[in-house]
C-alpha cells in the first residue's frame, strides 16, 4: 500500500498564490506518475497536472503558464505552483501516484484524501 498525505490547502484571492505538495510513502520501489487532479462543485474530476518519471508533464490547458508541477524522486513528493488563481480554479485537488511495489508488480493508482482550493475575494 502506499499512503499519501497532501498540504498546501487555502483560501486566496484572485490573482494570489498557492503551493499544493504531496508526500507518497510505503511499498513504493518505483513511481512512473505523479500530479494532481481537481474537482470543481457540480463538475466532474479533470486532470490539472501530471509528471511521469521521464520528466514529461502536461497541463489542463486553463492552468498553463499560471501552474507549474515538480517532483522529487528522491523524496517521492510533487508539488503544485499556482499563481495567478482564478476563481475557477477553485476546488478539490487530489494528488495521484501511479507505483509498483516491486519490480515485477503491474502498477497502481493511489489518490490523497483531497485538499480544498478556494479562490474568491
Known amino acids: 500500500q502506499v499512503q499519501l498525505v497532501e498540504s498546501g490547502r487555502g483560501l486566496v484571492q484572485p490573482g494570489g498564490s498557492l503551493r499544493l505538495s504531496c508526500a507518497a510513502s510505503g511499498s513504493i520501489f518505483i513511481i512512473y506518475g505523479m500530479g494532481w487532479y481537481r474537482q470543481a462543485p457540480g463538475k466532474q474530476r479533470e486532470l490539472v497536472a501530471g509528471i511521469d518519471s521521464g520528466g514529461s508533464i502536461n497541463y489542463v490547458d486553463s492552468v498553463k503558464g499560471r501552474f507549474t508541477i515538480s517532483r522529487d524522486n528522491g523524496k517521492n513528493t510533487v508539488a503544485l505552483q499556482m499563481n495567478s488563481l482564478k476563481p475557477d480554479d477553485t476546488g478539490v485537488y487530489y494528488c495521484?501516484?501511479?507505483?509498483?511495489?516491486?519490480?515485477?508488480?503491474?502498477?497502481?493508482?493511489?489518490w490523497g484524501q483531497g485538499t480544498q482550493v478556494t479562490v474568491s475575494s
Open positions: 495521484y501516484v501511479i507505483s509498483s511495489a516491486t519490480p515485477i508488480t503491474p502498477p497502481s493508482d493511489y
